[in-house]
């Protein structure tokens, strides 16, 4: 305490920017141990999501990928707070080809750390007015909203999305 | 008789700058698609309240306080523990911050506790997504830009509330409060 009381506040200062800088790199050092760790799919650059399509990876998705498709947002009922984001549709017609999806085709999106699961079918997604999209949450991860009925509320929204399957197999024609 | 370490007044006014940040919290939202944001006026209302009440744990328990409320207002995406946490980690951060810096009405000290108090919320959320195992691959992605943008909007707060401080004395505030205490 004497120690801290008998400094300049030339070096308090000098000492609050090295702790400032060492948790910064603590930060960026631990995440890219993780990420080496984790060991991403080969097909893909690390942080993508994957997609895959009847159990097939057909690729994935980046931030980088995002900022080149058109945003959308709407304001939620529940909070009337502005959902910002890329809609879904977009998202997915970056690796699948339109041909390949049918109005019956379910898309499901999925969250292995929340436990959650959210399927709805490509007519609902393709459908502007229901806006199927994710909103960027404050840490970067993706969150999936909408003003489906069954994705409308915070409840409902698949927080920090980690995957997505599309499955066209056995659905009628 | 023991004094209290903080006066009912000083309890009154920590109470109310708490409720301040979640006030502020949910109203003020600025279009801006960047991560911490909210930082600029969060951290300009802590560093105002050190400087009000310039004890040490006075922002801590703005911060617990701020995050009780803004558990119970079901403010924030992770859940409640996330938002107590996050909140009260700003607290704590700035009051240790300001226990090293001192003087909150100094513009480089008010800018660095807001940076210290801001990055305290982003070592909690990136703490409590490594622990729920959120998917670290896209959270790396953006993670640089997600922690440049604390540190940015920490730092401005920081630095409006050191202003606004300072505003504060010329307008004879600090005066008052001596009265009132």
Same mark, same amino acid.
């Given at each position: 305490m004497e120690r801290v009381n008998d400094m300049t506040q030339?070096?308090?200062?000098?000492?609050?920017?090295?702790?400032?800088?060492?948790?910064?790199?603590?930060?960026? $050092?631990?995440?890219?141990?993780?990420?080496?760790?984790? $060991?991403?799919? !080969?097909? =893909?650059? !690390?942080? &993508?999501?994957?997609?895959?399509?009847?159990?097939?990876?057909?690729?994935?998705?980046?931030?980088?990928?995002?900022?080149?498709?058109? @945003?959308?947002?709407?304001?939620?009922?529940? @909070? *009337?707070?502005?959902?910002?984001?890329?809609?879904?549709?977009?998202? /997915?017609?970056?690796? #699948?080809?339109?041909?390949?999806?049918?109005?019956t085709t379910l898309v499901r999106v999925s969250s292995s750390s929340r436990g959650k699961t959210v399927e709805v079918i490509w007519a609902e997604v393709d459908d502007p007015a229901n806006m199927v999209m994710f909103d960027l949450s404050g840490r970067g991860t993706l969150k999936l909203v909408s003003l489906l009925p069954q994705l409308d509320v915070r409840d409902e929204w698949v927080q920090d999305v980690d995957g997505i399957e599309i499955v066209s197999r056995g659905e009628s024609e | 008789m023991k004094k209290r370490y903080f006066s009912t007044f000083e309890l009154v006014l920590l109470a109310l700058l708490a409720a301040l940040v979640v006030v502020a919290k949910i109203s003020l939202r600025l279009p801006l698609q960047l991560s911490g944001h909210s930082g600029i006026f969060w951290m300009a209302i802590i560093i105002v309240a050190a400087g009000i #009440? !310039?004890?040490?744990?006075?922002?801590?328990?703005? *911060? =617990?306080?701020?995050?009780?409320?803004? +558990?119970?207002? $079901?403010? *924030?995406?992770?859940?409640?523990?996330?938002?107590?946490? &996050?909140?009260?980690?700003?607290?704590?951060?700035?009051?240790?911050? /300001?226990?090293? /810096?001192?003087?909150?009405?100094? /513009? #480089?000290?008010?800018?660095?506790?807001?940076?210290?108090?801001?990055?305290?919320?982003?070592?909690?959320?990136?703490?409590?997504?490594?622990?729920?195992? +959120? !998917?670290?691959?896209?959270?790396? =992605? $953006?993670?640089?830009r997600a922690l440049l943008g604390y540190l940015v909007f920490g730092a401005l707060g920081g630095l409006l509330g050191g202003l606004t401080l300072r505003a504060l004395r010329r307008a004879g505030f600090f005066a008052y409060l001596a009265e009132k205490r």
């Open positions: 030339r070096t308090r200062i000098l000492i609050a920017l090295g702790v400032l800088v060492a948790l910064a790199a603590l930060v960026l $050092g631990v995440d890219a141990w993780q990420r080496a760790q984790l $060991g991403p799919e !080969p097909e =893909l650059p !690390p942080g &993508s999501i994957p997609i895959r399509m009847d159990g097939r990876l057909v690729g994935g998705f980046t931030a980088g990928d995002l900022e080149a498709l058109q @945003e959308a947002s709407f304001v939620d009922a529940e @909070e *009337g707070k502005t959902q910002d984001g890329w809609m879904l549709r977009d998202v /997915l017609l970056l690796r #699948v080809k339109r041909s390949a999806l049918r109005p | #009440v !310039p004890k040490l744990g006075a922002v801590s328990l703005v *911060g =617990l306080t701020s995050g009780i409320l803004a +558990a119970f207002l $079901g403010l *924030g995406d992770f859940g409640a523990l996330n938002t107590l946490l &996050s909140y009260t980690a700003v607290g704590v951060g700035a009051d240790l911050a /300001l226990w090293l /810096l001192r003087n909150p009405e100094n /513009l #480089v000290v008010a800018t660095l506790a807001g940076t210290l108090g801001h990055m305290a919320k982003f070592l909690v959320k990136w703490g409590m997504a490594a622990i729920t195992g +959120a !998917p670290v691959g896209f959270v790396a =992605l $953006g993670l640089a």
